[in-house]
């Protein structure tokens, strides 16, 4: 079998600076998958005893891949700055005529790493239009993205890369340490009667939602998974079909996840495998940013199911 790895396949036809910023993500990932391999022996489990601008209590983890995923980036002469769950604001790079800006959530599914259960993270490329870069410059709908994804770091590490209309799938290469392409185009197959949410909060989601839910698995024609690492999730989802969950509820209308480097790098993966995402009637790729850290409620997967779910209600 012919093997063509990240670097030679970005080279191929993707733009020169834009292909320096992804290669530049997934060797932040690899560092990151390091530490995650080592578990206790990287000294990389348990709390860092401080509290990110969300109010979540930060694990050593989280801070340290958002160093790696910082120092990385920030050494990329492409790029204007940086956003990250665990940074208050944009950190910018003083370079005024880069062409790029990059969120990321650099450890998902934090409740899950000492535990030694499948994490990741997440990242956005977004255009740069010049000047100062700070939280406004990321104020940007999904849509504008030029490419985005995921690095899982489960059974094996995974990137899931969405770039130029398409999702595909690169698998680290444990003996070499690079990303090797193995899955040329992901497309999400349909009819799948899977959902993919925390029903704990079910009683709590909005109506119709809840409703739709709960007749579906009462009545014994749907399945449900919950790993609660959102790139877990939405891997399975990809590969499998069905829906994933975690709507606005009564008591966070806005649900949990972040619109800008969580719900928008997985919304194009999925629109690129043939997916669609709502926050209610709102499309998520659509939707106009008003804060770095906003939050969302997002309904993501097989069109027909959530319409079956009644999502958009
Ligand atoms: O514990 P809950 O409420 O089910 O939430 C799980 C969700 O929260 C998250 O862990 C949030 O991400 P972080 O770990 O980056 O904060 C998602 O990965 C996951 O889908
Ligand atoms: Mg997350
Ligand atoms: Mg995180």
Same mark, same amino acid.
């Given at each position: 079998?012919?093997?063509?790895n990240?670097?030679?396949w970005?080279?191929? +036809?993707s733009?020169?600076?834009?292909?320096?910023v992804?290669?530049?993500?997934?060797?932040?990932?690899? $560092?990151?998958?390091r530490?995650?391999?080592?578990?206790?022996?990287s000294?990389?489990? *348990?709390e860092a005893?401080?509290?990110?601008?969300q109010?979540?209590?930060?694990?050593?983890? +989280?801070?340290?891949s958002?160093?790696?995923?910082?120092?990385?980036?920030?050494?990329?002469? /492409?790029?204007? /700055?940086?956003?990250?769950?665990e940074?208050?604001?944009?950190?910018?790079?003083? @370079?005024?005529?880069?062409?790029?800006?990059?969120?990321?959530?650099?450890?998902? *599914?934090?409740?899950?790493?000492?535990?030694?259960?499948?994490i990741?993270?997440?990242?956005?490329?977004?255009?740069?239009?010049?000047?100062?870069?700070?939280?406004?410059?990321?104020?940007?709908?999904? @849509?504008?993205?030029?490419?985005?994804?995921?690095?899982?770091?489960?059974?094996?590490?995974?990137?899931?890369?969405?770039l130029?209309?398409?999702?595909?799938?690169?698998t680290? +290469?444990?003996?070499? $340490?690079?990303?090797?392409?193995?899955?040329e185009?992901?497309?999400?197959?349909?009819?799948?009667?899977?959902?993919?949410?925390?029903?704990?909060?079910?009683?709590?989601?909005?109506?119709?939602?809840?409703?739709?839910?709960? /007749?579906?698995?009462d009545? *014994?024609?749907?399945?449900?998974r919950?790993?609660? %690492?959102?790139?877990a999730?939405?891997?399975?989802?990809?590969?499998?079909?069905?829906?994933?969950?975690?709507?606005?509820q009564?008591?966070?209308?806005?649900g949990k996840?972040?619109?800008?480097?969580?719900?928008?790098?997985?919304?194009?993966?999925?629109?690129?495998?043939?997916?669609? %995402?709502?926050f209610? /009637?709102r499309?998520?790729?659509?939707?106009?940013p008003e804060?770095?850290?906003?939050?969302?409620?997002?309904?993501?997967g097989?069109?027909?199911?959530l319409?079956?779910?009644?999502?958009t209600?």
């Amino acid at each position: 079998m012919s093997r063509i790895n990240l670097g030679d396949w970005l080279a191929k +036809d993707s733009e020169a600076r834009l292909a320096s910023v992804i290669l530049d993500v997934a060797s932040a990932c690899v $560092e990151i998958s390091r530490l995650v391999r080592g578990g206790a022996l990287s000294g990389a489990l *348990g709390e860092a005893g401080a509290v990110n601008v969300q109010g979540e209590t930060q694990k050593k983890l +989280d801070v340290l891949s958002n160093e790696i995923c910082k120092a990385r980036l920030g050494a990329n002469a /492409a790029i204007a /700055a940086i956003a990250s769950e665990e940074e208050d604001h944009a950190v910018g790079f003083e @370079r005024p005529d880069a062409p790029f800006l990059v969120a990321f959530d650099p450890l998902d *599914g934090s409740s899950n790493i000492d535990v030694n259960v499948t994490i990741g993270t997440i990242f956005s490329v977004l255009p740069h239009r010049g000047g100062e870069a700070g939280d406004d410059a990321f104020l940007q709908p999904g @849509r504008n993205q030029l490419a985005s994804g995921y690095v899982s770091y489960g059974p094996q590490t995974c990137l899931m890369l969405a770039l130029g209309g398409k999702t595909l799938q690169f698998t680290l +290469d444990p003996a070499t $340490e690079t990303f090797i392409l193995t899955h040329e185009r992901i497309v999400m197959p349909g009819g799948t009667p899977m959902i993919g949410a925390n029903l704990s909060n079910l009683a709590r989601w909005a109506t119709p939602i809840s409703e739709a839910a709960r /007749a579906c698995l009462d009545g *014994g024609t749907h399945n449900q998974r919950w790993v609660g %690492s959102m790139v877990a999730d939405i891997h399975r989802m990809l590969h499998q079909g069905g829906v994933f969950l975690y709507p606005g509820q009564v008591d966070k209308p806005n649900g949990k996840l972040r619109l800008l480097y969580e719900c928008n790098p997985i919304a194009l993966l999925v629109a690129n495998a043939g997916g669609a %995402s709502f926050f209610g /009637a709102r499309r998520v790729l659509e939707i106009e940013p008003e804060t770095l850290h906003q939050r969302i409620g997002f309904a993501s997967g097989d069109p027909e199911l959530l319409t079956l779910l009644r999502v958009t209600a």
